[in-house]
Antibody, heavy 125, light 105 residues
């Protein structure tokens, strides 16, 4: 069964750090781009970061640049999100998602076809 | 940065109704547009990718259309399990629309 399981969420004070993990199973993890997506309480979805199959390319939403770092360990089939200098506005459920591709006329269509159940991060004093 | 605007933000409909949700991009995104369904307390689920391609296992009552800046998600005959929030997403810079909540009338 294709599965993603997040862990590492919790309560942290403003300015603190947290490391999220996402364990993948049931597919060849090293063949896929992977993303983190978050959802603040009662709000919509916000893409946070993604990473290429070999870790050589990483992209971030502007609001987390310089504070969050995405990484992966293909030998352990795991994705990570190191979150530093946390703020109240980082409070959210954090999902990891697999990015699949379909061929297009020029390039590829990317879409998130497998999602974990999420882990909750609360930033509060 | 590409902005995605969904309308309406919410709607009320009855079982069997035809429902249409619109998503507009602030600049052309060709067909790089995905649709997701999310139920309360659950992870999002992919419905449509590349604007009009139905994800495997998704019922055929869901369809997507559009290209460039204007896109639609249509549910041809609303079922009880379709009451949820729907999000569009452009796959250039991954941004999501604000969501459309489909509620029971």
């Amino acid at each position: 069964e294709v599965q993603l399981v997040e862990s590492g969420g919790g309560l942290v004070q403003p300015g603190g750090s947290l490391r999220l993990s996402c364990a993948a199973s049931g597919f060849t993890f090293s063949s896929y781009w992977m993303s983190w997506v978050r959802q603040a309480p009662g709000k919509g979805l916000e893409w946070v970061a993604n990473i290429k199959q070999d870790g050589s390319e990483k992209y971030y939403v502007d609001s987390v640049k310089g504070r969050f770092t995405i990484s992966r360990d293909n030998a352990k089939n795991s994705l990570y999100l190191q979150m530093n200098s946390l703020r109240a506005e980082d409070t959210a459920v954090y999902y990891c998602a697999r990015e699949s591709i379909a061929a297009a006329w020029a390039g590829y269509y990317y879409y998130m076809d497998v999602w974990g159940k999420g882990t909750t991060v609360t930033v509060s004093s | 940065d590409i902005q995605m605007t969904q309308s309406p933000s919410s709607l009320s409909a009855s079982v069997g109704d035809r429902v249409t949700i619109t998503c507009r991009a602030s600049q052309s995104i060709s067909s790089y547009l995905n649709w997701y369904q999310q139920k309360p307390g659950k992870a999002p689920k992919l419905l449509i990718y590349a604007a009009s391609s139905l994800q495997s296992g998704v019922p055929s009552r869901f369809s997507g259309s559009g290209s460039g800046t204007d896109f639609t998600l249509t549910i041809s005959s609303l079922q009880p399990e379709d009451f949820a929030t729907y999000y569009c997403q452009q796959s250039y810079s991954k941004g999501f629309g604000g969501g459309t909540k489909v509620e029971i009338k």
